[in-house]
């Protein structure tokens, strides 16, 4: 009988959402679900952020978003996400980064989270926003 080689990845990724209403004309830290205080979700195993999708309720007039992770409550220094800058050159009403992004690893038991920092003034100020961080979790095989 022939035996298979496994050739793929047997991770399977896991989303993770967080939220604003009505972005502000200030830096910020985005929400766990819809909780008021919840700014970071813990890590069960250890991992790296591997994508992000971003999504605005409608289009910036003036003002530059750029996103970043955080890890047990600051900034990450690995950078910001390349394609994760919102500004009304590039930004309809979503945006995507599909590239990987190894820089950005936890351990278990760290927690994650998105903050961002702006530029400009950002107008209006009445738009909702939603970051999806993309991981994959090193200790489990599916």
């Known amino acids: 009988m022939a035996s298979q080689t496994p050739i793929g990845s047997t991770k399977n990724m896991i989303s993770l959402n967080y939220g604003t209403v009505s ?6 830290t985005m929400r766990v ?13 250890p991992g ?3 994508g992000i999708t971003s999504q605005l309720s409608g289009t910036l007039t003036t003002g530059t978003l750029t996103f970043y992770l955080t890890k047990n ?17 590039t930004f309809g009403t979503y945006e995507r980064d599909p590239a990987y992004l ?31 961080l993309l991981v994959l979790l090193d200790q489990y095989d599916y």
């Open 48 to 50: 790296a952020v591997v």
């Open 102 to 132: 190894p820089q950005f690893t936890f351990a278990a038991g760290d927690t994650i989270g998105v903050g961002f920092s702006k530029a400009g003034t950002i107008a209006p100020t009445t738009r909702d926003m939603e970051v999806t």
């Open 23 to 28: 972005v502000g004309d200030a830096n910020g």
């Open 73 to 89: 409550g600051s900034p990450t220094t690995g950078g910001t996400f390349g394609q994760g800058t919102v500004n009304i050159s």
């Open 33 to 45: 679900g819809n909780f008021a205080n919840i700014f970071e979700r813990r890590m069960p195993s």
